[in-house]
């Protein structure tokens, strides 16, 4: 397992066929779109007619959403995907069929009718689409199986409407046909491998349908919002659609006006969506390999500032007019400036990949499977909410005022170059805002990027150890000061650490421990007020379903072997069973350690003095962190069995 890579999921049954579905589906959306824009060119509908349909027509595909998301969450939880899959894939055959008639008779309503249809069957399919995953992947590959989807479905969108906006041009008098033809077939296509997705069992089946849409919504949306940190995700997920809505919308005409593209082609505009879908494709892929083939929500700060950092220097590439207009492609690259905005289009979307394809994976992995199709449904009505407010807020901030009745209503009037200035600055504002509400992201960031520029970190059995959600007690042996780091770095939830508050206070660190909500302890003798109030928080941290580590030595090793444990483990378990609580216990072992600069390996021997620092022995050593099997409720547990089953994990490494 540890060798494989997302791609390995493409060949077998249970992705592939879910994967390819998502994919068609897409495809299959674009080219219905974007074909009708082309027959109103071949019909010789006016450009102001066009211009209607092109606003009329994302909010008719996306009104659905509003309407029954609630209830597609509600059904998507009682109904087994794969019947579910195979439900809505029958749906599109007949609305396709709907939409092809639409074509060949040159019928508008029809083609709009199709539309809001096609928006319904997409409503009932979103909540199918994310909450599958964690039923078919393993904890380990949820980040790349995400990365995998993101991907395909990003350059699915941009193949459809690139072939969406060919067929009946190319088609010539034959245009209608070939889009009725393509949009039938590729519904079918869509069917028939939904019908070879393995069956996935429904996460709530006893669930009562309610089907009064308005109280459901309200109640979905307190049940994503239920989990600080998964909420904050969902809204993450829905900003993200808000700077890919406002960015993508303005392309048409930034490509005309700001590249130098000819009037009335989209050859330029292509060009940059292009290089926008790679890049988001390119970035979701890299965030298995970035994360180590974990949920590491510390690539979202990455995101959220290298997005940030490419949009202003997109401003900067080309704030104004272009020096020549009527540009080809190979024209407009023929300077600096055309590649300086090749990267910077790239880079946005890497780094929205970087950004997003985590938030999905934490929502995924945080949220019970009971729960989360609906919690899908939740997201989705708000990035609709979100879709429209970046539509209207992108016109309304490019026009300089309206009138209503007398009174003259002023406006920013931004140029393009301008609005994508004010998209960089609000987006460094809001990863500011919701890292600041929840610290665990940027936590998880500094712990990431330190433990990353150290060592070469090779977690085993981790998923499968640490219990997905609910209390664990995390148990491990002490090598160095960087011990707590490590294993956040390794564990995919966010850990309580018990730690001497000598080291809880050394500076530099504190900031991180006392965000990552660690809790300082003394001994008895030392300070018993203290240890008191650790054994309290500990108490409560479990009482809450949290995760909370702890080094039963008491110290760091001073020879690299594991001292004895003591019994504060055993007091830890006993006063959670007083409340009536068995918590599992999930030991670990550290290896590769001993030589780390912040051991005591060469110290001097002054007795409880800290380790001297000294250059490291080997440049990004790799450490190991071993997990063994989860100790369930109730079995016996004590502090010399534990300490016997570490020092197996640990074996001979030390």
Request: proline share 6%.
């Amino acid at each position: 397992m540890a060798g494989q890579s997302q791609f390995a999921l493409l060949k077998q049954r249970r992705f592939m066929p879910y994967f390819t579905v998502q994919a068609l589906g897409a495809f299959n959306d674009n080219v219905y779109r974007q074909s009708i824009i082309a027959l109103l060119i071949v019909m010789g509908v006016s450009l102001s007619e066009r211009t209607l349909y092109t606003n009329l027509a994302p909010a008719i595909f996306i009104l659905p959403y509003f309407l029954f998301s609630a209830i597609a969450g509600q059904i998507a939880e009682k109904v087994e995907k794969h019947t579910l899959i195979v439900i809505t894939t029958t749906m599109e055959i007949v609305i396709m069929s709907i939409a092809a008639a639409g074509f060949l008779l040159g019928n508008m309503p029809v083609l709009l009718l199709a539309l809001f249809l096609t928006g319904t069957q997409s409503t009932l399919f979103g909540p199918v689409k994310y909450s599958i995953l964690p039923s078919v992947l393993r904890p380990e590959e949820l980040t790349g199986g995400n990365g995998l989807v993101e991907m395909g479905t990003s350059i699915a969108i941009l193949a459809g409407m690139i072939y969406g906006g060919l067929v009946i041009k190319l088609a010539g008098s034959h245009g209608p046909e070939a889009a009725a033809v393509s949009v039938v077939v590729l519904a079918v296509a869509g069917n028939l491998v939904a019908r070879l997705i393995p069956k996935v069992d429904a996460g709530a089946p006893a669930l009562k349908v309610n089907w009064n849409p308005i109280p459901e919504s309200r109640s979905i949306m307190r049940l994503a919002k239920r989990q600080l940190a998964v909420r904050n995700a969902i809204l993450g997920v829905s900003w993200f659609w808000f700077v890919g809505t406002v960015l993508t919308a303005q392309l048409p005409t930034y490509a005309e006006l700001h590249l130098g593209g000819v009037a009335n082609d989209t050859t330029l505009y292509i060009f940059a969506l292009a290089l926008f879908s790679v890049g988001v494709g390119a970035g979701s892929l890299l965030c298995e390999k970035l994360s180590g083939r974990s949920v590491e929500i510390g690539l979202v700060p990455v995101g959220a500032f290298g997005i940030t950092a490419f949009l202003l220097d997109l401003y900067f590439a080309r704030p104004g007019a272009p020096p020549e207009t009527g540009l080809t492609i190979a024209q407009f690259l023929g300077d600096w400036a055309g590649w300086r905005i090749v990267i910077d289009l790239t880079g946005i979307g890497m780094f929205t990949g970087f950004f997003v394809v985590p938030l999905f994976a934490l929502i995924q992995s945080r949220t019970p499977k009971s729960e989360l199709s609906r919690v899908i449904a939740g997201l989705n009505i708000q990035n609709s909410l979100f879709i429209v407010t970046a539509a209207v807020l992108g016109v309304l901030l490019q026009m300089d005022g309206f009138n209503v009745g007398s009174v003259r209503i002023p406006l920013p009037g931004l140029g393009i170059p301008q609005l994508f200035l004010a998209l960089a600055i609000a987006n460094g504002l809001v990863a500011l805002w919701i890292f600041t509400i929840v610290p665990e992201f940027l936590m998880r960031f500094a712990s990431m990027l330190l433990v990353r520029v150290l060592y070469r970190l090779r977690p085993r059995d981790i998923e499968s150890s640490v219990p997905a959600d609910g209390a664990a007690l995390i148990v491990c042996n002490h090598v160095s000061y960087m011990d707590a780091l490590i294993l956040s770095a390794a564990i995919p939830r966010p850990v309580r650490f018990v730690m001497y508050h000598r080291i809880y206070n050394v500076p530099g660190m504190h900031w991180i421990f006392r965000h990552a909500k660690a809790i300082p302890i003394a001994g008895a003798k030392e300070d018993p007020e203290l240890m008191q109030r650790a054994f309290d928080a500990v108490d409560a941290a479990l009482a809450e379903g949290e995760l909370v580590g702890i080094f039963p030595e008491g110290k760091l090793t001073r020879d690299g072997e594991i001292a004895a444990f003591k019994s504060g483990v055993e007091h830890i378990l006993a006063r959670a069973a007083e409340r009536g609580q068995r918590v599992p216990v999930v030991p670990m072992a550290l290896r590769g350690m001993w030589a780390s600069m912040w051991s005591h390996r060469s110290a001097s021997s002054g007795g409880g003095r800290m380790a001297r620092m000294r250059v490291p022995r080997r440049v990004r050593a790799r450490i190991d962190v071993v997990a063994g099997p989860r100790i369930e409720d109730g079995a016996p547990v004590d502090a010399g069995m534990l300490e016997s089953q570490v020092r197996a994990l640990r074996g001979d490494a030390a």
